[in-house]
């Protein structure tokens, strides 16, 4: 069974403030796919970022990016310089491989404020 | 627009009505899902097709819930009898066809109201 815990509920910051989002996954898999999405007010779930479990290497895009470290099973992502239109709700997910459905987190909802 | 688009967007209904909802995929992706999102929680996996063939149904499922894609095009997810603990967003997802890699893209999905 594949778990994914997202600790933190809400985060509130001031613009232009760094904000860090954990991710933390269980799963037997040895090779698994992670995802963030993002869910904006409007609610439709917008596809930001997947990373296979056989690549370690970080990302950065503008200003998301993204730390993937297998050996404390953590898939983080930090927002730089945060906007207002940051704020929204951030799944991370989980999928096994030869597995088709996802396994979300409950989400950390992150209010950037002007 | 073409991306994944759902219909309705909102339904309210009564207890023990029937509602249907529509999930027009991208044209091109021949992987469908449905997942269904309540309050503060993130999304939970319903069932998944590929072309026509429904390859897997969750528990949370119930008898009531049946899913179709008659010709691996559009979907739709019925709900009978429809009870209060139904109210959530529905969401439909397409991906691309034989890997596992493939990110999964939403729709906007539809909001039930059961009153």
């Known amino acids: 069974a594949q778990k994914v815990t997202q600790a933190q509920t809400e985060i509130s910051v001031v613009e232009k403030e760094d904000v860090t989002l954990d991710c933390v996954y269980e799963?037997?898999?040895?090779?698994?796919?992670l995802f963030w999405y993002k869910q904006p007010p409007s609610g439709e779930l917008v596809f930001l970022i997947r990373?296979?479990?056989?690549?370690?290497q970080n990302e950065i895009s503008g200003r998301y990016s993204w730390n993937f470290q297998k050996s404390t099973s953590s898939f983080n992502f930090t927002i730089t310089a945060s906007q207002v239109v940051d704020s929204a709700v951030y799944f991370c997910a989980l999928r096994g491989l030869g597995d088709y459905k996802l396994s979300f987190g409950a989400g950390t909802t992150v209010t950037v404020r002007a | 627009d073409t991306g994944v688009s759902q219909d309705p967007r909102h339904k309210i209904t009564k207890r023990g009505q029937n509602v249907t909802f529509r999930c027009d995929p991208i044209s091109e992706h021949n992987r469908l899902y449905w997942y269904r999102q309540t309050l503060g929680q993130g999304p939970e996996f319903l069932t998944y097709f590929q072309n026509e063939a429904q390859l897997e149904k969750s528990r949370l499922l119930s008898d009531r819930f049946s899913a179709e894609r008659p010709k691996g095009s559009f979907s739709t997810l019925e709900i009978q009898r429809t009870e209060q603990g139904d109210s959530a967003m529905y969401l439909c997802?397409?991906?691309?066809?034989?890997?596992?890699?493939?990110?999964?893209?939403f729709g906007p999905g539809t909001r039930l109201t059961v009153t």
């Open positions: 799963t037997r898999d040895t090779t698994y796919y």
């Open positions: 997802a397409s991906s691309l066809g034989t890997g596992s890699s493939y990110e999964q893209y």
């Open positions: 990373r296979n479990s056989f690549d370690e």
